[in-house]
């Protein structure tokens, strides 16, 4: 049922931020939990009914300015609606936020024609985007990207490769793919760069949709780039920072929204286990009276509390425009650590009912595997951790990247 925010996101939530949250609560609660059933039992399918009601309220439009027909509503606004959806669907949730990463690029990257062009049609919905990084053969590892976009000496570029684990594949209309264009012993701060590929540009495809472990209905596909011309104007950035472009876009918006996903699916383990513990009859009353079972109830809700916590003040700061890199780090890198032990406990709280497959566990247990390796694994985001705990932190993008004009930073985030 819709809620009301926790008294302890108080100080990071304004009284605007209110009917957005409301909002996204009657939307999880309504239209998305309708359609979880049918996802579940079509996991070779795409959704495509959501991600095109969620364009209607302006959703993909969050963080995109109000000149570019945006709602310009801030960090903290995406967290809501990324959060309150994955508490119903993490899949609907991931088509949201894998959204909101590329056009974070485009925001923050994109000259003032590419803007023009690309962000009232992604505010409005019309155009999905996805930014294409990972690859089959050296995964998330950004300096071994191996799909390569060669000049052709008249105004253009040729980009052939392939992609892999690209969210929002078959629904994006534009791709932020990322391509080396240096030399392979050129260091990876100046060998890649970043292009915007329109998805029925000649020799782009796309490998059929196949069935994950989890978040069923969300596209995170396979896509082949076979000689595709694109030209300069195509580029996002300048030529060799396509290495920027794909870090900040990984910790400015990859790393809270993955921090709110695993908020979301957080909260779902602990009210789907505290209802069947307050049901199930056990010596003359409930599991949920039980001391043993208590305890570790209790310890589920603190790690559910820290979580919390955690994420909305990263983002928090964010939205005021206050260096916050190992913040973020650190939110997205706790809230998947927390929200991984509080569902095994889950499942074993739960007993063999948490095996059922018509039982809603199993699906949330499938799905936070998903939110451990994007935008970096645990150890990837600990080093980076223990660089700022050695006062050797690397690039801090939250600074340097120019603040989005938002209402949430002047107090006034408003819901469409």
């Known amino acids: 049922m819709p809620t009301t925010p926790p008294a302890s996101l108080t100080p990071f939530l304004t009284d605007a931020h209110l009917p957005l949250w409301e909002q996204a609560d009657a939307f999880a609660t309504g239209e998305t939990a309708a359609r979880v059933e049918r996802m579940e039992a079509a996991p070779h399918q795409v959704e495509r009914k959501l991600p095109q009601t969620m364009a209607k309220l302006g959703w993909f439009g969050i963080t995109i300015p109000a000149e570019y027909g945006g709602m310009g509503a801030g960090h903290v606004a995406r967290t809501i609606l990324i959060h309150r959806l994955a508490v119903v669907s993490a899949a609907a949730a991931a088509i949201l936020q894998a959204g909101l990463i590329p056009i974070g690029a485009l925001c923050h990257w994109g000259t003032p024609e590419q803007k023009a062009q690309w962000l009232p049609r992604a505010a409005e919905g019309s155009a999905l985007l996805s930014i294409a990084v990972t690859e089959p053969h050296t995964g998330g590892h950004i300096g071994g990207i191996e799909t390569i976009a060669v000049p052709t000496g008249n105004g253009q570029w040729v980009i052939s490769g392939e992609k892999l684990h690209i969210g929002n594949s078959h629904l994006a209309g534009l791709h932020v793919v990322v391509a080396r264009t240096a030399p392979a012993d050129t260091t990876a701060s100046k060998a890649l760069t970043a292009f915007l590929v329109e998805h029925d540009r000649k020799g782009v495809s796309l490998a059929p949709h196949r069935a994950r472990l989890g ?202």
């Not at 996903?261 to 957080?266: C, E, K, R, T």
């Not at 079972?293 to 983002?315: F, I, K, N, P």
């Not at 948490?354 to 994007?374: I, K, S």
């Open 215 to 416: 978040l069923h209905g969300f596209s995170a596909g396979h896509l082949i780039l076979d000689r595709v011309r694109v030209p300069a104007m195509a580029m996002l950035g300048d030529l060799g920072q396509g290495l920027h472009v794909a870090q900040s876009s990984s910790i400015v918006y990859g790393r809270p929204n993955l921090t709110a996903l695993s908020l979301g699916l957080h909260e779902a383990f602990v009210s789907t286990t505290a209802t069947w513990l307050s049901a199930r009859p056990r010596y003359g009353a409930h599991l949920a009276d039980l001391p043993v079972v208590r305890d570790r109830l209790g310890a589920m809700q603190a790690r559910l509390q820290q979580a919390s916590c955690t994420g909305y003040h990263a983002v928090h700061l964010l939205d005021r425009g206050l260096p916050c890199d190992s913040i973020l780090i650190g939110a997205k890198h706790t809230g998947h650590e927390l929200a991984a032990a509080t569902g095994r406990d889950a499942m074993e709280l739960h007993g063999a009912h948490a095996l059922d497959g018509d039982y809603a566990l199993q699906r949330l247990f499938r799905d936070v595997q998903h939110t451990y390796a994007p935008a970096g694994t645990g150890e990837f985001q600990r080093i980076h951790l223990a660089n700022t705990a050695l006062g050797t932190p690397t690039t801090d993008w939250s600074q340097q990247l120019t603040a989005l004009p938002s209402a949430a930073a002047r107090g006034q985030p408003t819901a469409a």
